[in-house]
């Protein structure tokens, strides 16, 4: 009894978490697990016989193979678009954090702009058009970045704060340029952010469904999250197969995530400056 | 082989002047320290040679080159910060060779040059740590071996020992005068720490508010300080300062007088001196002397007895704080009267602007 009236905040906040995140994903694999006709019913029930491995065979062959090519595509896409988002924004963070000229108000406000305004489809599309970048891979990487910089740019800027700037001086005095001080003195001090850079900004690329499906229509640029659509349709959807996909392409971001999460990111800068 | 040359060095940010004028020449070899209060602009002048700072007017000649637009890695110079500065990824091996990498130099070359530099500073068991694995003093020394594998010609100082403890202070202080003698390069050094500025210099220049109050080799600058600042801010304790009037002038002879010295006749320049005028009078705690014939009387009201010397602070009549230091032990009482003879050999005039009226040697 007194443990519970001492426990009972925590183990509710368990019970709840584990009710938010746990019980979505254990439907997601028992669906993934069921035949088209149980999974129809759309109820939380155990799956009568193992149709995992048909299902699986079903969504990978849909049509011609469209989830491999969709997980080329994505691929591409993720690691493009946040390998340039991190460079980037971290140079973008360094030169605003660094130096003080008379732009950074704008450049200040442009970011947050960037933050708040809600982007627009139809103009973008037409620039795209116009830039004949519309419908291609390289065309949504830009896209993704523009979306992604003003949050990656604030989490950089923030963190070169806390790096002294007497470590650019003297590698200014040892010799470095621009470039030599930023890529090799300060890029690597940004590890830690630089990892929660990526995990955030790979997942969101990788999961991101709407831009893909406004700036790169076509059955050969579709990325992971379009081909949910293969199984959906106003009167007839295969829940089984859809289940099956999600989890399917859920796997790639959860390794991400458990694989940096493990990563000691701490006590990067301790012993720059006395301590 | 390089001297420097500042020529009338001005630096504004905005509209605010922190330099305020220049003019020091360095020959080659020389160590030369800066010394001043916080706020002086020492380290700004510092890093205006170093090019971290770009300069407002006036010119900067390291050697026979005009450096004012020179990039800092042609400058011919190495700087230690007094924070360290150095690069936390990267081993001890590679924070001291970083500049030789980044002039290509051949890497048969550049560990010939980091393992002489470890050797002269001792630390070549620390070459495969981290910063981070270090002591104070041994992250200083690394500092150091990054500026010395740059054979400058210019070593640039910037309060390098403020953020070691004490007795570490004095070994670093004494290891930095003796790299000065081995390598015989121009060292630039930044200090508020007059001790540090009176044992490791060749010569002093002392700043205020962006100007420089007098430049020379310590012990001149000791005895004959040009102005009020330069013989507050040199030697400790501080100088004894009191208001004085001319009570007579004989030749190079002039007497003064006050409510708390009786007369005292000094050696000065009396050129522009007449009898009423009124002056600052400065004598150092250790020129005065116990003596019942003394012209200062004073009670005590605070004692320091360290022994081999006596601290004693005295309150005068005029109501005055002077500070004494005598020779050996004493053992006087708070509120004791105490009657003291100033050393009038020792003892420097400042006109009513400031200035010292020392006869000319």
């Known amino acids: 009894m007194k443990l519970l009236r001492r426990y009972w905040l925590t183990a509710l906040a368990i019970l709840v978490s584990g009710v938010v995140f746990l019980i979505p994903f254990a439907f997601i694999i028992m669906m993934a697990f069921k035949d088209r006709k149980q999974a129809a019913l759309l109820d939380f029930s155990w799956p009568q016989g193992l149709h995992l491995w048909d299902n699986v065979v079903e969504v990978v062959t849909t049509r011609n193979w469209m989830l491999l090519t969709a997980f080329i595509n994505s691929s591409i896409l993720t690691v493009a678009s946040v390998t340039l988002l991190v460079v980037f924004a971290a140079m973008v963070g360094f030169v605003l954090q660094r130096r003080k000229a008379k732009w950074n108000g704008l ?28 419908g291609k891979l390289h065309g949504l990487v830009l896209v993704e970045i523009a979306y992604g910089l003003p949050f990656s740019i604030l989490l950089y800027r923030a963190f070169i704060a806390t790096i002294p700037r007497d470590l650019d001086e003297a590698a200014i005095i040892d010799g470095a340029r621009p470039f030599d001080v930023f890529f090799r003195v300060i890029l690597p001090l940004l590890w830690p952010v630089t990892v929660t850079n990526i995990v955030v900004q790979s997942v969101a690329v990788f999961n991101d469904f709407t831009n893909p499906l406004y700036y790169l229509p076509g059955n050969q640029n579709a990325t992971v999250q379009l081909t949910l659509y293969n199984f959906q349709s106003q009167f007839n959807s295969s829940y089984n197969l859809l289940f099956t996909n999600i989890a399917l392409i859920t796997i790639p971001p959860l390794i991400v995530f458990l694989f940096f999460n493990r990563q000691i990111v701490a006590g990067m800068t301790a012993g720059a400056v006395k301590g | 082989m390089a001297g420097l040359e500042l020529k009338a060095l001005h630096k504004t940010y905005g509209q605010v002047p922190v330099i305020k004028g220049v003019d020091l020449s ?4 020389e160590f030369v320290v800066f010394v001043g209060p916080s706020g002086c602009g020492k380290s700004t002048l510092l890093r205006m040679i170093a090019g971290l700072e770009d300069i407002t007017s006036g010119e900067l000649w390291i050697g026979d080159r005009l450096c004012n637009a020179v990039e800092p890695r042609d400058r011919g110079i190495a700087m230690v910060f007094q924070s360290y500065a150095l690069y936390p990824h990267m081993t001890v091996y590679d924070n001291v060779g970083f500049g030789l990498k980044l002039a290509r130099t051949d890497k048969a070359e550049r560990d010939r040059k980091i393992r002489d530099a470890a050797r002269i500073l001792q630390m070549e068991h620390l070459l495969d740590r981290k910063p981070s694995q270090l002591s104070g003093g041994q992250r ?6 990054r500026a010395i594998v740059r054979q400058p010609e210019v070593f640039l100082f910037d309060e390098p020992l403020s953020n070691l403890d004490a007795a570490l202070r004095v070994d670093m202080r004494m290891e930095l005068a003796k790299l000065h003698q081995d390598l015989g390069s121009t060292m630039i050094y930044v200090t508020h720490d007059q001790v540090e500025a009176m044992t490791l210099a060749d010569k002093i220049v002392v700043l205020n508010g ?42 190079g002879m002039v007497t003064v007088a006050s409510k708390d010295i009786s007369a005292v006749t000094v050696a000065a320049d009396t050129k522009s001196l007449k009898v009423g005028d009124r002056l600052t009078l400065g004598v150092r705690p250790h020129h005065l002397s116990m003596d019942a014939s003394g012209t200062l009387v004073g009670g005590v009201s605070l004692v320091e007895r360290l022994g081999n010397e006596t601290n004693v602070s005295l309150r005068l009549p005029s109501g005055a704080t002077w500070l004494v230091v005598l020779d050996g032990d004493h053992n006087l009482r708070p509120a004791q009267a105490l009657q003291l003879a100033i050393d009038a050999e020792k003892v420097v005039l400042f006109d009513a602007a400031g200035q010292s009226l020392l006869a000319a040697m």
């Open chain 1, 107 to 134: 450049v200040e406000f442009l970011i947050l702009a960037g933050l708040m305004i809600p982007p627009a489809i139809v103009p973008t599309i037409w620039l795209l058009q116009g830039l004949g970048l519309f």
């Open chain 2, 26 to 29: 360095v020959s080659h070899g």
């Open chain 2, 140 to 145: 200083q020394r690394v500092a150091i071996g």
């Open chain 2, 210 to 251: 962006g100007v420089v109050q007098q430049v020379g080799a310590p012990i001149d600058l000791y005895q004959r300080p040009a102005n009020l600042f330069v013989a507050g801010f040199i030697g400790s304790p501080k100088m004894n300062f009191a208001e004085v009037s001319v009570q007579s002038i004989n030749g």
